[in-house]
């Protein structure tokens, strides 16, 4: 099944517009599934989940999301903030012309659509989040879980100083950012990555999205009424086990949480026939 590039244009209220970088693939009639990637990656962290899901019927489409794309950089680091984020996610539907899709979003693209269900749920279809649990989850075990405060210890920098941040992981030939992949190193396309993030201002950029967590941030999304799939791998660098299993709670439709054996935070390169299978089984 060949996969296209494509852009998206999208209206924002902000900037004026907005062009994201997108690869799709599967007949256009198939069904909708859109694709959130997190950090550090891109749409190239789909790779190996887009073939399968496109020839089993899924029309899919996997966007590079604002701070990613390249003619989408702002510099202002409230353009970042999860409002902004979110209404690119419905930009990126409206823009594909479907009336509502399922959305799969790892990492911080999770938090993207796990905020869209929550507030636009007649956007999605279904949901499958990977990695990172309802945002409120994440907060609750953020204040009272030693393990997940030390797991999330790494984000002081990047809210404080995207620049700083940058050169460090940057620099020694990206030495840092080798790191942060951990042992899945061998299964992430990690050179590639490397280069994305060594141009121009991507990093960064990237970045960004961390500078514009609010204290607040996450506290007006609520609950989610879609059907739902959490996806956690029991080796997950950055979360913890009382936020994965906290999960649950936000969730008031159909809900499945899938624990993955020694699998990490970086489950659509670790073990993508798993996820294909979870994300099948929640499109049913």
Same mark, same amino acid.
């Given at each position: ?10 209206? !924002?209220? $902000? ?6 970088? +997108? ?9 909708? $599934? ?37 003619? =989408? ?5 409230? +353009? #970042? ?12 539907? *409206?823009?594909?012309?479907? *009336? ?7 990492? /911080? ?12 749920? *007649? ?25 997940? /405060? ?9 809210? =404080? ?12 030939? +990206?030495? +840092?950012?080798?790191?942060? #992949? ?10 590639? #990555?490397? *280069?994305?993030?060594?141009? !121009? ?29 959490? $996806? ?21 439709n159909d809900f499945e949480m899938r624990v993955l054996t020694d699998r990490g935070h970086w489950i659509p390169d670790e073990d993508p026939d798993a996820l294909v299978d979870a994300i099948l089984a929640r499109i049913g």
């Open positions: 099944m060949p996969v296209e590039s494509a852009e998206l244009h999208l209206d !924002d209220p $902000v900037l004026g517009s907005v062009v994201l970088d +997108a690869v799709m693939a599967g007949a256009d009639d198939g069904i909708p $599934v859109l694709l959130l990637h997190g950090w550090p990656q891109t749409s190239l962290s789909w790779r190996q989940v887009i073939p399968p899901l496109a020839s089993s019927g899924c029309k899919v489409v996997a966007v590079d999301q604002r701070g990613y794309s390249p003619q =989408t950089r702002p510099v202002d680091v409230s +353009a #970042y903030a999860l409002p902004h984020l979110v209404h690119d996610a419905v930009g990126m539907i *409206e823009a594909l012309g479907w *009336e509502s899709a399922h959305v799969v979003g790892h990492d /911080w693209g999770a938090v993207v659509a796990w905020a869209l269900a929550a507030q636009r749920p *007649e956007l999605v279809r279904t949901l499958t989040a990977v990695s990172v649990p309802h945002p409120q989850a994440f907060n609750a075990a953020l204040k009272s879980d030693p393990v997940q /405060w030390k797991k999330s210890a790494y984000m002081a920098l990047f809210r =404080t100083a995207p620049g700083k941040a940058a050169q460090v992981l940057l620099r020694d030939g +990206a030495k +840092a950012l080798r790191e942060v #992949y951990g042992d899945a190193v061998h299964k992430v396309d990690v050179e590639r #990555y490397v *280069e994305f993030f060594s141009d !121009d201002d991507a990093m960064e950029a990237s970045l960004r999205w961390y500078a514009a967590m609010g204290g607040d941030q996450f506290k007006d999304i609520g609950p989610v009424d879609v059907p739902t799939t959490f $996806v956690w791998g029991n080796d997950d660098v950055a979360i913890g086990a009382q936020a994965a299993r906290g999960c649950g709670e936000w969730c008031r």
